[in-house]
């Protein structure tokens, strides 16, 4: 279960991705028709997975992803090609959670949610896993998740911002320095006090109620 | 070290944001101290989970929407690139509309012309009027014929070969008379008239037994009037 600390991340070659960045950039603002399904292609899902993570509602991240991938076409004319797309997507995407936190409290703070349970609105597609983990795993990860989102939702946004553009996905500090717009100190402040703040709202979570203990046994 | 400073610097070393020896300090520690590597390992534990969290599936309708979006935007940036663009969209506008609008009526309109075809086709026959197919050429022919030698029921000529058939507006002499016959599509004489003098039995006898030819009007039989002209007969002083 454990990842060795010298572990490497996947990714490609940075040179490849920044060539890669500055073609699709260039067709964008060409207006080409396949740059567009591309850069939807490339860049839908880890924006949709940082939007979900910041807000925790489905609805509301694909509002925010919308509203990202609108901005981006809107002004990559602008984007200057200082830092990766990447980078600079996940920024916008910050700062469209941020405002849709914020249009949240302002607004449907008060709303009663029918239908709150996540394992009832997911559709088939959704349940079905990765088949080379065991059932045992998967379902030993998901409670873990309904944990770390419910700590995460609890934390303050912006020591939650940080914590899941590291440890969510992946991002180097200077990466993240970028993102927030602040510097390489406040990044390394603020992360360590995230993932303090998520430890105790998680040891917290364990103390108030019994974690669900997952013990396979065989049938007597 | 203290514990407590280890403890805040595992995250950093878990980033790899030490330096060598700070790394090595820290590990030191954690190899001699179990709570400190209690909690590193429960860090690389909740590292992994929270990595894994990345693996959210995008929802299909959100994928849909982005390419809605992605071409709205597209559309609208080529309308905006020059004026034969905007026309060229305004036109495609236009046609769109009217296809829409016109969508409901094609069925109808597709259904109404077919059974008006039909119709047609099923009424053409009564249509047809009838054809001459004779020799005579259809031309317009304003007066009657008439079938000159003819004879009388008893076979004998009719002693009329005398007699000269001028058109109606013919100048007449003195020693003529003239015979005026109304003659029908079907061929018969329906009326007379004799300018000059009295009916002769001469004249009698070419109305009722000669045979007429009806005037044509476009190859159609119509009626029509004839001129015949006579030569006058002396009056024997009795």
Redesign the interface.
């Known amino acids: ?3 060795s ?2 572990e490497l991340s996947p990714e490609r070659p940075a040179e490849t991705a920044e060539a890669e960045d500055f073609l699709l950039v260039e067709h964008l603002r060409q ?1 080409a ?1 396949g740059a ?2 591309e ?2 292609q490339r860049f ?3 924006v ?2 940082l939007a ?2 910041l807000l925790s509602d ?1 609805g509301e991240a ?1 509002d925010v ?2 509203e990202v ?2 901005k981006v ?2 002004n990559i004319a602008n984007f200057r090609c200082q830092s990766s797309l990447k980078t600079w997507m996940y920024r916008i995407t910050v700062n469209e959670a941020y405002n849709a936190r914020r249009w949240f409290f302002r607004h449907r703070r008060r709303e009663v949610e029918l239908d709150n349970d996540p394992d009832e609105t997911r559709n088939w ?2 349940n079905i896993r ?1 088949s080379s983990r065991s059932p045992f795993d998967v379902a030993c ?1 998901r409670e ?2 309904v944990m ?2 419910a700590a995460l939702d609890k934390i303050n946004p912006i020591f939650r911002e940080a ?2 553009l ?5 991002r180097s ?1 200077e990466e993240i320095a970028e993102i927030l717009g602040v510097s390489l100190g406040t990044v ?1 402040s603020r ?2 006090r995230g ?1 303090e703040a ?2 105790d709202e ?1 040891a917290s979570s364990l103390n108030a109620r019994p974690a669900m203990r997952l013990v396979p046994k065989t049938a007597e | 070290m203290s514990c407590e400073n280890v403890q ?1 610097q595992i ?7 030490l330096n060598h020896g700070e790394r090595e300090h820290v590990l030191a520690h954690i190899e001699t101290c179990r709570p400190c590597a209690r909690k590193l ?23 849909a ?3 809605v ?3 709205h ?2 559309q609208s ?2 309308r905006r ?1 020059d004026f034969a663009a905007r026309l060229r969209h305004f036109a495609a506008c236009i046609r769109l509309e009217f296809d829409n609008m016109m969508r409901p009526l094609a069925v109808p309109f597709a259904g109404g012309l077919a059974s008006s075809f039909a119709c047609f086709l099923f009424l053409l026959p009564s249509l047809s009027f009838q054809h001459n197919y004779g020799l005579e050429p259809p031309l317009f022919r304003p007066e009657p014929a008439i079938v000159t030698g003819f004879t009388d029921p008893d076979g004998t000529p009719v002693g009329a070969t005398n007699v000269k058939m001028e058109w109606g507006s013919s100048l007449v002499t003195g020693d003529e008379v003239t015979l005026t016959v109304l003659v029908d599509p079907a061929g018969q004489v329906q009326d007379w008239n004799v300018y000059g003098d009295d009916l002769t039995p001469e004249m009698k006898s070419v109305i009722l037994y000669s045979k007429f030819i009806p005037a044509t009007v476009s190859g159609q039989p119509a009626w029509g009037l004839k001129q015949l002209v006579f030569p006058r007969q002396r009056r024997l002083r009795s």
């Open positions: 279960m454990s990842t600390i010298l207006g028709e567009y399904e850069l939807i839908q899902q880890p949709y997975a979900l993570r489905q694909c992803v919308q991938f609108l076409f809107r597609k959704e990765d990860d873990r998740h770390i989102e914590v899941v590291r440890d969510t996905m992946d500090y390394k992360i360590l993932r998520l430890r998680l | 805040k995250g950093l070393l878990l980033d790899r944001q390992e429960s860090m690389q534990d909740l590292r992994a989970t929270m990595g894994r969290m990345s693996n959210v599936q995008v929802p299909p309708e959100l994928t929407r982005l390419r979006a992605a071409s935007y597209r940036v080529e690139r």
